[in-house]
Structures are given as C-alpha cells and as structure tokens.
C-alpha cells in the first residue's frame, strides 16, 4: 500500500491543508479543525507525531506567525509522511 491516492486518503488531504496554513492561506479556525482530526487520528497522531505539531502552532496562531524555521521543519516532515510507504502493508 502507498500513500499516492490523496482522493482515498482523508489524512493526506488533511496534512495539504496544513501546507496551506504554513502559506497563510488558512485561518486560526482551520487550524483547530485540523487539530480535531489529529486529535481523533491515531494514524496521524500516533505514527506522526503531527498533533504535538499543531499543538505548537495553536498556541502561537492568533498572536504571532509561526517562524520560518518551524514552518521548514513541518513542511520537512509532512514530506517524509507523503513519501513514506505504510509499514503495516507488510
Ligand atoms: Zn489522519
């Protein structure tokens, strides 16, 4: 199994969506929604780490942009889950 399908794949189309928050195109309240996801996702919570992420960016949202190291670090590892092939397909 990979992870090309985005179309198949509700967790993918939620880590574009943090794409779009890092290019400012989502608002505090996307983030949160996103937040909810992860929250309730043990795929992307657990394997991903991502919830912890966003957690981050939450408590900065609303007074502050997120630096752009931060922003390189999230975009990093959002890449590595897009091109990581699933470890329970064997
Ligand atoms: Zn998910």
Known sequence: MTW???TENPCNQKL????EYL?????CED???LNEHLASCDHCAREY??????????????????????KAKIRQRIDE??????????
């Open 4 to 6: 090309d399908d985005t």
């Open 16 to 19: 574009g969506s943090i794409y």
């Open 23 to 27: 290019d400012g195109a989502l608002s």
């Open 31 to 33: 983030l949160k929604e």
């Open 49 to 70: 780490d991502l919830e912890k992420v966003i957690r981050g960016l939450m408590k900065r949202c609303c007074c502050e942009t997120a630096p752009q190291d931060l």
């Open 81 to 90: 889950i897009k091109n990581a092939e699933h470890p329970a397909a064997s």
